[in-house]
């Protein structure tokens, strides 16, 4: 219908609007001056690199070149940091081990004091299996264990007992040993490696330091020792863990034991010794909120007040920022979905009632909660 009364319209007013208008030639087109033009708009360096993200798409072996390249063209871009990141990321996500260990170092190279990314550049620089890279790695992990033995009280969480404090202090350097001692055993520094397990062990005992000390007594033929710290190992060994480390280790025992003894006969008593042992001279850990049950913490990113959480805060508050691969300092603030927490001052918070032990799923669970992750979607 409308068209049909636009036809009509034109039809009406068409001899009018000819018998108006004389025709005319029209005039000639004329050549635009090229050297009149407006020249492009040039590309500012952050439009660029928006630009580069957005042309790589999904695909992330474009979006490294990408990133590579635009490196190459401003390699002081004051973005490197979250640069390196992103190449990390991808080139974790490519199984370049190598490429993404380089990227970590560069990110240790511009924040020292992010030991996150530290951790990860360690652990990457492991993967590599280059003796110098190993090598780099054990610098990395002194450094961190420098940071856990000087960290200041003022770091800590006010709902953190001063006792748990230095619970936490001690698990992570152990952690941080054992680390160590495993890359100093692949360079063959043996002495030293045994050094660092004996520091693990004595800070926190624990299954794999003792399993480690082991192995090298076995190795030096050191029977009666390596009894006594495969023994340990198995005691100490999570029996509910996955794997077969639990029947492994039976297996070292038996082995050394029959080597020691002929046969296995008083096998049976010395564990049970060694039991009895370790469990007199065990410290109890400290528990917070050992009799709450709260399947439903939430794990989030931002403070109460929907900002996210300042500076240093960020790295006890979200596991370093979700990239805690062990144990290390960390911890995550949670909420109670239900708003009934046991904190009667910070209970009702959905997003910010208790922080959590630790970053591991038994810290997580040890905390209260079941160290569940949840994914939400909307319709």
């Not at 208008?21 to 029209?26: E, S, V």
């Not at 990390?88 to 511009?110: F, H, K, M, N, P």
């Not at 691969?325 to 208790?354: E, L, Q």
Request: hydrophobic residues 30%.
């Amino acid at each position: 219908m409308l068209r049909s009364s636009i036809l009509t319209l034109f039809l009406l007013l068409a001899p009018t609007l000819f018998a108006q208008t004389p025709y005319q030639n029209p005039a000639p087109a004329q050549k635009k001056d090229a050297s009149k033009q407006s020249p492009a708009k040039q590309l500012s360096p952050s439009d660029e690199l928006q630009q580069s993200i957005e042309s790589a798409g999904n695909d992330r072996a474009a979006l490294v070149r990408n990133l590579e390249e635009y490196l190459k063209k401003y390699p002081q871009a004051p973005e490197r940091p979250q640069i390196y990141r992103a190449l990390v990321e991808a080139c974790l996500q490519l199984r370049d081990t190598s490429r993404a260990a380089s990227y970590a170092e560069r990110i240790v190279a511009l924040t020292p004091e992010d030991m996150s990314i530290t951790l990860l550049a360690i652990q990457l620089l492991d993967k590599t299996g280059d003796d110098d890279a190993i090598r780099r790695a054990v610098n990395y992990s002194s450094r961190v264990i420098e940071y856990v033995r000087n960290s200041p009280d003022n770091e800590k969480s006010p709902r953190v007992s001063p006792e748990e404090w230095k619970a936490e202090k001690k698990r992570d350097e152990s952690s941080l040993r054992l680390l160590r001692g495993g890359l100093e055993s692949k360079l063959h520094d043996t002495e030293t490696a045994r050094k660092d397990f004996e520091a693990s062990y004595a800070l926190v005992p624990n299954s794999a330091a003792a399993d480690k000390l082991g192995e090298l007594d076995e190795l030096e033929k050191n029977y009666s020792s390596a009894i006594t710290q495969y023994a340990r190992a198995f005691y100490l060994t999570d029996p509910n863990s996955k794997g077969d480390n639990r029947h492994e280790l039976r297996q070292k025992l038996g082995n050394v034991w029959r080597l020691a003894h002929g046969s296995d006969a008083g096998l049976g008593d010395f564990l049970l010794a060694t039991f009895d042992q370790i469990s007199s001279s065990s410290e109890p850990k400290p528990k917070r909120n050992a009799t709450a049950k709260e399947p439903f913490d939430f794990m989030l990113r931002k403070a109460p007040d929907g900002t996210a959480y300042p500076g240093s805060d960020s790295a006890n508050t979200t596991c370093g920022n979700w990239v805690r691969y062990f144990p290390m300092s960390g911890k995550a603030r949670v909420g109670h979905h239900d708003r009934d927490g046991t904190d009667p001052a910070t209970g009702k918070s959905w997003n910010s009632s208790h922080d959590t032990n630790g970053c591991s799923q038994e810290e997580l669970k040890a905390t209260g909660g079941d160290g569940l992750f949840y994914c939400f979607a909307v319709n």
